[in-house]
């Protein structure tokens, strides 16, 4: 299959849809092989705008959510991000190409065996500046705080107040709240004052944790 090809036809199709606005946006998605994160038998759709199971009954976000996501929490060059929900590797592996080499992301990943195939996959994709921690990612990760941004790629009841508490002033924070079907949510901090925002609606798989489900 032409991987290229279908990589770069995908980026003219979220581009067109409206998805993709930035250029560090579409130059992140055009450098990163989205087949390497797949397991074998899902490597010839590695391009559809479409979930893919990865295991443990567990998802690879569709492209397009990845990319809404990316824009929305506007990430910057040498930021340090906290990614929960690590899957294959692949939304972090995005963003790794967005901060850039000074920049870094802790990604926390709760299935032991997930966590082990994102960091293979991230090392098969030459990718430095992502480290896999496997833990609750409801709790954060403390050890590394505090974060320019925090995402999650699951459905959580709330916001997780560890969360909140590891988010730099100013941050952006995003979290789908709902239980699977869900709100894309954005909290952004700034000057010790919290606003929200609404996105739209989109579907996770749960988290699951002292603050999830």
Do not use: W
């Not at 709240?177 to 579907?203: D, P, S, Y």
């Amino acid at each position: 299959m032409d991987f290229e090809t279908e990589r770069k036809n995908l980026v003219e199709s979220l581009k067109k849809q409206g998805h993709i606005k930035t250029k560090k946006v579409e130059e992140a998605f055009l450098k990163t092989p989205r087949e390497l994160f797949l397991p074998e038998n899902q490597k010839q759709f590695a391009y559809r705008d479409t979930p893919l199971q990865i295991g443990k009954n567990q998802t690879i976000s569709a492209p397009h959510m990845v990319a809404i996501m990316c824009e929305e929490l506007d990430i910057l060059k040498g930021q340090k991000i906290l990614e929960i929900g690590s899957g294959s590797g692949y939304h972090a592996a995005i963003v790794s190409n967005i901060v850039g080499e000074k920049g870094h992301i802790y990604t926390v990943e709760r299935f032991p065996k997930l966590a082990k195939q994102a960091e293979e996959n991230l090392n098969k994709a030459n990718i430095t500046n992502v480290t896999v921690k496997t833990g609750d990612g409801s709790e954060g990760l403390k050890e590394y705080a505090s974060y320019d941004r925090i995402y999650v790629t699951c459905a959580s009841p709330d916001i997780p107040p560890p969360l909140e508490e590891q988010l730099k002033d100013p941050g952006k924070l995003m979290v789908p709240i709902g239980n699977t079907f869900c709100v894309l949510t954005i909290l952004e901090k700034q000057k010790g004052r919290i606003k929200k925002r609404n996105l739209g609606n989109c579907a996770f798989v749960p988290l699951v944790g002292k603050h999830g489900f």
